[in-house]
């Protein structure tokens, strides 16, 4: 028997050595985290990410890598799949942190998994942004946690302010998916800014649904009974298409408002004529943008076949935030920790950011200051600039 | 009054896919004793297989080859997803039931709970993440009818909807398989014995159940005409409410019962605040399964008939 | 069992094999597994360098497998170096000493024995997880999930119904036990001011726990009360009512966020605390399945109608095990709402279900042994396979189809969970070498 022992140890032994040697220079590495849901309720943005990811890269690897303080360092990315589940985002955090060194993660995409997945980075004094969590929890208190996009507590005031100024309506409808984070926050700071401006009872019908219903007809018919002279739809480019065209098959002529999740391409790909004419708030318009927005568009539409969506542009701009940061530190030692600190710093630091979705510098709590801009979907299904609100 | 009607209507369309779907979900547990929790997702590749049936046959016509309107291709894609999808159906059950014939009842489940699984992640696999939109086959035409609005769309999916099912009914209490069917769920040990073969019924089943599943599909992309492969979950598992709330055995009470659904849902949100719809919705299921344990036209039995 | 009668080298080899491990009581083995960690926690480090691997692997290696490829063979020579071979040789060798203590220990009450092999079981876990807190992290889903699982495997598998609220009820138990400790412990936007100090937080959470496990429970009795009135299949919607019920009611109180969720829970959800719990679990349904009480479970499951005739009181029987098997995934899902400290009401839906129901009938219905193998083996799969992203859910639900053709109730089945004869000393080999 203990030959057997000493032959297997042997084996053992001399097999890992023999493959020890190769890696051992990935040690000038740097790994950035994608933590991003592939499969589960929403894999289209986990497929955007990845792709605006991977460009990223692209431009990194074509530079050589990144130089800080006058070493270059290759850059890798580490994408994991969170399935969309909070538990999983967080065993997904950890595990990048603690197991795969990373030195900041971007990610993950939605509110549910943002907020405790930025408790376990902050706990670990891990770099994070999220690109596109618009609840104020996953960044408040939380030093080492980042946002790309703006809060729903500045977008929902600026479409009150828009649709008064534009349309002088008094009497607001809102739909709004109830079990989702997103579209229920921002339907009440509508509702808040609304009813501020126009006094209570202004939203005369405030409906709601839960995600994957598809038949609005109720909730819709209400909303016509009610009179009001608009509807507000914070929703997602799925369920956009089927309430347009549902509202409008039940005789609603009024104008549709819409939130920065209309911002994807597939929007008026789905919903077609009955979308256009209607106006929606975005981080940036894809039609008639300029200079570095319009090389990351049509990059991205020549490699990937489609325009990119919001997730797509706020990503990589999340991706370029952290670049700046680390090209910012004065040197990286090379130990995890301390670079993740150095890095967290850089970034805060970080002044008038010029991203394609526009200029960002980060408040105390790690949540942007950027403008928001005014889209109407023009009658070829373009995305069109119609006017930017700043705060 | 306006509203009122306009809300029945929009029951009426709402409640004809839970009623298909139901069906499916029925027929295979009155018949077979077993839940199908693969059903919903069968329901969505029906209307994926649709929507490339569709697709493919707009292609063939505005190449010019051959001049068909739209609601032929309409009813084409409906006939020709029925069949391939019946086909699937049939699939499954070899794959997934068949095996388990002498298993407990619940291993069943899982295995259709599984499938239901790669259906839906081969769907992503294969398809990608984005959505489709279901090619527009007939124009939408609105009909206000004094206030109360009605689509072609509306009307025609309560038609095919209403006429499958009449089909179904004859098909089960007038034709000899019908009987062979009704026999096996009357009893499931000694009808294989007077002849019957378990191995024909239970695949028929299947198959009849996937068809009208894929009717649904077809349906449901004309009228919600936005795909995505988690689509028949939701839909899928509350139409399996319905198809027990209808009664075991009673194949026209689950379309009964899914109709109700459908009314109890859309009433809901219209007398009570849209937010509450699930928690009402559901405490009036429950409600009525506390009174009527059996369903609505279901009989007492033993659920220990296959353990 | 592939063993072909034919080849009688084959099965000398194999029985051998057997023979060779069979005279090792569970105490060596531990003993062993402990000196495996302990090596870990000292040489693990220069090792994983020698063998070129960038950290030590966390979950044996199977976390590596599929993303970095070429590291295979480090990872397999670190697992057999550090756990393989220094197992089986510290449990060979010590193998008459653990033999003898697991005979005085025979002889001692049941209950000491059992927490001494808790307690260095603990030990092991405690030393393994301090390597790497992802392994702490999944560590504690792991024996969270085994707590679910065992709480579903009474009413799915004991009793034979097919119950769909299970993640109804571990919503509730995760929020009511995060509204206690978030209420009265933590300044938090939505609940207040702390109306208690942080420190006795630590000694009150348990009760916190408790109660999520008896709203649960009280949540089942609503179920309970419709489904067990008449036999058949009524549970099964009635539960999944009750599940879109609770995950609708979260959604609309605002109190405790809503979709939003709720989060800043207290840290106190630590090893020792999970790990007392799931202890507690497993012994307390261990204990309740072979009792009398579960015994006519098995006969209600049987044969309602003999059962009934032999003066089990169907409906009574039927009900407690359901209170109580909702009320150990409360408990679960409070110690879930914990180690996250984040809850929101989208985690509790269908996809919940699937996941509870796969693991049950994986690991084996009726079966404690069953319920704990197919918790671990479904999360460990689940965290391998996660880099091959969609293809990972293809992978899982083919493998459970097999496993439910070829085993159709389960991988380990019908099987009792028998602490003492676990724990006994084996000393069967000395005679037979």
Known sequence: MKKG???????????????????????????????????????????SSKHAAQMWLEDIKAAGGLKVGGKTYKVALDIEDNESKADSAVSVATKMITQDDVLAIVGPQSSKQAVPAGEV???????????????????DNRPYVFRGCFLDSFQGPVMAKFVTGEYGFKKAAVLYDVASDYPKGLAEFFKKAWEKMHGAGSVVAFESFTTKDTDFSSQLSKIIKSGAQFLFLPQYYNEVPLIVQQAHALGWKNPIVGSDSWGSPETVKLCGKDCYGSFFCTHYAAAGAKGATKAFIDRYTKKYKEVPDDVAALTWDSLHIIQKGIESCAKLTGKVKKDREALRNAIAKIKDFKGITGNMTFTENGDPIKCAVIVKISDKGEYKFYKSVCP | MTYFLQNVINALQWGSFYALIALGYSMVYSIMMLFNFAHGDIFMTGAYIGLGIATGLLAIVSSGVIALPGWLILVLTI????????????????????????????????????????????????LGAKRFSFPPLIMTKAYNISGVFVTNKKILVVLVSLTLMLALDLFVRKTKWGMAMRAMS???????????????????????????????????????????????????????????????????????????????EIFVT???????????????????????????????YSAKLRL | MEVKKSNPGNTKRFSGLRHFFSGIPASGWLLAAFAAVLLEFYVGDPLTEIL????????????????????????????????LLPIIIVAKITAPATNWVSEKLDRMPLWFSAILHLVLLYFVLEIWTDISDYRLLMLKLTLIAIMITLSLNIINGYMGEFSCSHPGFIALGAYVASVFTVGLFVNDRLLGHALLPQALGQFLFPIGLILGGLVAAVGALIVAIPSFRTRGDYLAIISLAFMFIVKSLIENLEVVGGPRGLGGQPDWATLPTVFVWAVLCVWTINNFVESTMGKALNAVRDEESAADAMTVNTRKTKMIAFMFGAFWAGVGGGLFAHVLRYVNPGTFGI????????????????????????????????EALRPLEIFKWIIIPVLLILVMIYRPTGLIAFKHFNVKKILRPRPGSKERV
């Not at chain 2, 040990?189 to 599909?217: C, E, H, Q, R, Y």
């Not at chain 2, 937010?275 to 009525?288: E, G, Q, W």
């Open chain 3, 351 to 382: 996809k919940k279900l699937a996941e509870v129901l796969a693991m049950v009938y994986f690991g084996g219905l009726n079966s404690v042994f069953g319920s704990i193998v197919g918790a671990v083996s479904f999360n460990l799969l689940s």
């Open chain 1, 121 to 139: 980075c902050n706990n670990y004094k891990t770099p994070m942004i999220s690109p596109w969590s618009t609840n104020p929890a996953t960044t």
């Open chain 1, 5 to 47: 022992f000493i032959v297997v140890l042997a084996l053992l032994v001399m097999c890992g050595l023999s493959f020890s040697a190769p890696v051992t220079s990935e040690a000038k590495t740097l790994t950035i985290g994608l933590n991003v849901p592939m499969t589960g309720d929403i894999p289209k943005v986990g497929e």
């Open chain 2, 270 to 300: 219209m007398i009570f605040p849209s937010t509450l719809r699930d928690l009402i919705a559901f405490s009036i299921v429950l409600v009525i399964l506390t009174f009527r344990p059996h369903g609505f036209f279901g009989k007492p």
């Open chain 2, 186 to 264: 009357y009893d499931f040990v000694v009808v294989p014995l007077m002849g019957v073969s378990i191995d024909v019924i239970a695949p028929m089943t299947f198959a009849i159940g996937s068809g009208l599943a894929a009717a649904g599909g077809v349906l449901y992309g004309v009228a919600y005409p936005v795909l995505d492969p988690y689509m028949g979950i939701l839909i899928g598992w509350k139409a399996f409410v319905a198809a027990i709330l209808g009664g075991r055995g009673s194949i026209m009470g689950a379309a009964l019962a899914g109709f109700l659904l459908g009314f109890i």
């Open chain 3, 52 to 83: 070129g691997l960038p950290k030590i692997p966390a979950l044996f290696g199977i976390v590596i497998i599929l993303k970095k490829p070429h590291l295979i063979p480090g990872a397999f020579a670190y697992v057999g170096l550090i756990y």
């Open chain 2, 79 to 126: 006939i020709i997803s029925m069949f391939i999808t019946s086909l699937l159906g049939v699939l499954v059950e070899r794959i997934g039931y068949r095996p388990l014939r002498n298993a407990p009842r619940a291993s069943a489940a899982i295995t259709g709970l599984m499938i239901g699984i790669i259906l839906e992640t081969g769907n992503l696999a294969l």
